[in-house]
């Protein structure tokens, strides 16, 4: 157990719709970041935020936000969903912000799997 | 464009024996490279993670080699066990500024009896 913990571990739902992922980083980490997995794909890197603030940003596309609120915790919101987002959508937390903490291990939290129909 | 390559996209092997699994990059300029384990459905785990200046790291029966200058690294499995059948991942950090993790499409290992 990484002590990361993500809900709901499954979600389904239809084309268009809009779904709301959680995330709780480990206790004392700053940083979150979320990331999609699809099927062909690999681990795709979408954005950081560390102690409340956007702080990096990846392949995410513009359907998609996200926040990170005072006690940390994380939500990615998805929106107008098409077939294609259907994925494992990871958060994985640790203590240091981009620039510092080089070696600094991330830790995945169990994934959400999204279906979209 | 940074780009991460593994190889072999998937392996079997007898419990018991070893393997290894590459990682080409052309990440530049380079930071760290990372090896995680993840087994399916679940999210990955750090082997280990290595700078520029080091050029091997064990954590148990894994043994990560780095060569730099060929931008080559490699994950050696000793002594196969059936709880290692999972995917590999090997991510290369670029040393910028902003977020640049690099990831690999992973190496499926499937350990058999």
């Known amino acids: 157990d990484s002590g990361v913990t993500q809900t709901p571990k499954h979600l389904i739902t239809a084309t268009g719709q809009r779904v709301t992922l959680r995330c709780s980083p480990r206790?004392?980490?700053?940083?979150v970041y979320w990331y999609q997995q699809s099927l062909d794909q690999g681990l795709q890197f979408l954005i950081q935020?560390?102690?409340?603030?956007?702080?990096a940003k990846g392949n995410i596309l513009e359907r998609f936000s996200a926040q990170q609120f005072p006690d940390l915790h994380s939500e990615l919101n998805l929106s107008s969903l098409e077939l294609g987002d259907s994925a494992l959508y990871f958060c994985?937390?640790?203590?240091?912000?981009?620039?510092?903490?080089?070696?600094?291990?991330?830790?995945f939290g169990p994934g959400t799997r999204l279906t979209v129909l | 464009k940074n780009q991460v390559e593994q190889s072999p996209q998937s392996l079997i092997i007898l419990e018991g024996k070893n393997c290894t699994l590459q990682?080409?990059?052309?990440?530049?300029?380079?930071?760290?490279l990372r090896w995680y384990k993840q087994d399916t459905g679940r999210g990955p785990v750090s082997l280990t993670i290595?700078?520029?200046?080091?050029n091997t790291k064990s954590n148990g029966r894994y043994t990560a080699t780095l060569d730099a200058d060929t931008k080559q690294s490699s994950l050696h499995i000793t002594a196969s066990q059936l709880s290692d059948s999972a995917s590999y991942i090997c991510?290369?950090?670029?040393?910028?500024?902003?977020?640049?993790?690099?990831f690999g499409k992973g190496t499926s290992l499937l350990v058999t009896p």
């Open positions: 994985a937390s640790n203590q240091h912000s981009t620039g510092r903490g080089d070696t600094d291990t991330q830790y």
């Open positions: 206790s004392g980490d700053l940083s």
């Open positions: 935020y560390y102690n409340g603030e956007e702080r």
């Open positions: 990682c080409n990059y052309t990440v530049s300029p380079f930071s760290n």
């Open positions: 290595m700078t520029f200046s080091e």
């Open positions: 991510v290369v950090r670029w040393r910028g500024s902003g977020y640049a993790l690099n």
